[in-house]
């Protein structure tokens, strides 16, 4: 979550910060907020820039879209759950600079509308590469996703490889992470695990992208393999913030370790791939510390320029 010196208009991305650090314990509380939770117009930083505002129609829904800047290539930001494409404003000015950047809202945030299809992260991938080719942006691509963002960024790369010049995953989660936390826990820690899944979604009649995780889960786990491309994989080096206090003074360390063992193992999935430990942030990095992402993207944007 947030640490006392972020801004407080973040209400919001606290929520999400709650729900999509890298445990997939959930409290109830949390979880409660988040379904109830609709974003208000985010004020975190006023842009100093101006974008040109797209409404496409990515078959069965429209979705909302901000570009900035131009030239190749094209870095796409994707949120977060329940957060609005305008957490970004933090990094987008300086990435403008430098190449084209577009920001969006997933169905049911801000203008975008929900539609009638799924809300699961392979949709999510279709959907957002629907947006891509309709909005005609230069390519290579390099995607960057917050928390579940760095999911439906993970199943687009798979699906669409040939159009990606990098991917940056910042403190996103490993799909396996519900299965070794239940390995890990035991007696009333592992009943408290489940009591919190069980009531952070409805999986009987999915409508949200939290009732649809677990599909979204197995998604991944059949996703066909990376792409060998400029990877970095972005960890808050702070995962005490990422265990409630409900589990047990013996289990809270053995979580926080296994969530930074399975930080480790996203880095894997791409022979090569980079790992950065951010110091002095909370879940939202590119807020609390923007240079942490701005330096490996820029990385990147110079490497699809050279091509």
């Not at 975190?44 to 829904?61: C, K, P, Q, S």
């Not at 949709?123 to 390519?139: F, G, I, N, T, Y």
């Not at 159009?163 to 396996?176: A, K, N, P, R, Y």
């Not at 005490?240 to 969530?259: C, D």
Request: hydrophobic fraction near 40%; proline fraction near 7%.
């Amino acid at each position: 979550m947030h640490s006392s010196g972020q801004h407080p208009s973040l209400r919001l991305v606290a929520v999400l910060a709650c729900l999509l650090v890298p445990l997939a314990a959930y409290s109830t509380v949390c979880a409660q907020e988040a379904r109830q939770a609709r974003p208000a117009p985010a004020k975190e930083v006023e842009l100093t820039i101006e974008g040109a505002e797209h409404m496409i129609d990515v078959g069965g829904r429209s979705l909302d879209a901000r570009v900035y800047g131009k030239g190749s290539p094209t870095v796409v930001l994707i949120s977060g759950l329940n957060a609005p494409q305008s957490y970004w404003n933090t990094v987008v000015p300086a990435l403008a600079e430098e190449a084209t950047v577009v920001t969006y809202d997933r169905p049911g945030m801000g203008k975008s509308e929900v539609g009638s299809l799924p809300l699961h992260g392979e949709q999510s991938a279709k959907d957002l590469h629907v947006l891509l080719e309709r909005l005609e942006l230069p390519k290579p691509y390099i995607i960057v996703g917050h928390s579940y963002g760095g999911t439906v960024a993970r199943l687009f790369v798979s699906m669409y490889p040939k159009d990606i010049g990098g991917l940056i995953l910042e403190d996103s989660q490993h799909e396996s992470i519900l299965e070794e936390q239940r390995k890990l826990l035991k007696g009333a820690d592992l009943e408290t695990l489940n009591n919190m899944v069980a009531r952070m979604s409805n999986t009987a009649a999915p409508k949200t992208e939290l009732d649809y995780n677990a599909v979204t889960r197995e998604q991944e786990r059949k996703s066909a393999p990376l792409p060998k491309i400029p990877y970095v994989v972005i960890t808050s080096a702070d995962r005490s913030k990422a265990v409630p206090p409900v589990f047990s003074e013996e289990a809270r360390p053995q979580l926080i370790a296994l969530g930074m063992e399975l930080q480790k193992k996203l880095v894997d999935l791409v022979p090569g791939g980079k790992h950065i430990v951010a110091q002095g942030v909370g879940h939202n990095i590119h807020v609390d510390k923007p240079e942490v992402l701005l330096e490996p993207l820029r990385e990147m944007i110079d490497a699809a320029k050279a091509k």
